[in-house]
C-alpha cells in the first residue's frame, strides 16, 4: 500500500530556501519513479521533478531547472525537493507522486498515487 505524505511547506521570503519531503510511513519507495508537481491558485498542475528510485536518473521541469534538486535518503524512504532562489511565482500547493514501472514519467497521468500536497507560499 502506498500512502504518501507531503511536507516541509510554509511561508518563506523571496529568495529563500525550502526542503520539501515526501514518505510513505516509512517504506521503501525503491521501486517507484517520484516525482514532484505543483498547482498554484487558479492554475493547472505542473511537473516540477522527478527521480527513479528504481533504476536512477532525475529530470528536471523548465521552471525548476537550476533552483530546484530531487533526491532521496540512502534507504530510499523519503524523497526530497529542495528549492533556492524562490521567487512568489513559486507559491503553490507542491504535490509528490508515485509511478511503479516506468522511467521518468513527466505527465501527471502517468502517476498511480498522490499525496495531499503541501503549501509553499513564498512572499516578496
Known amino acids: 500500500q502506498v500512502q504518501l505524505v507531503e511536507s516541509g511547506g510554509g511561508l518563506v521570503q523571496a529568495g529563500g530556501s525550502l526542503r520539501l519531503s515526501c514518505t510513505n510511513s516509512?517504506?521503501?519507495?525503491?521501486?517507484?519513479?517520484m516525482g514532484w508537481f505543483r498547482q498554484a491558485p487558479g492554475k493547472e498542475r505542473k511537473f516540477v521533478a522527478v527521480?527513479?528510485?528504481?533504476?536512477?536518473?532525475?529530470f528536471y521541469g523548465d521552471s525548476a531547472k537550476g533552483r530546484t534538486t530531487i533526491y532521496s535518503d540512502d534507504a530510499k524512504t523519503t524523497v526530497y525537493l529542495t528549492m533556492n532562489n524562490l521567487k512568489p511565482d513559486d507559491t503553490a500547493i507542491y504535490f509528490c507522486?508515485?509511478?511503479?514501472?516506468?522511467?521518468?514519467?513527466?505527465?501527471?497521468?502517468?502517476?498511480?498515487?498522490w499525496g495531499q500536497g503541501t503549501q509553499v507560499t513564498v512572499s516578496s
Open positions: 507522486a508515485a509511478q511503479i514501472g516506468g522511467w521518468l514519467p513527466l505527465g501527471q497521468d502517468e502517476y498511480d498515487y
Open positions: 516509512g517504506r521503501s519507495l525503491s521501486r517507484y519513479s
Open positions: 527521480i527513479n528510485l528504481s533504476r536512477g536518473g532525475t
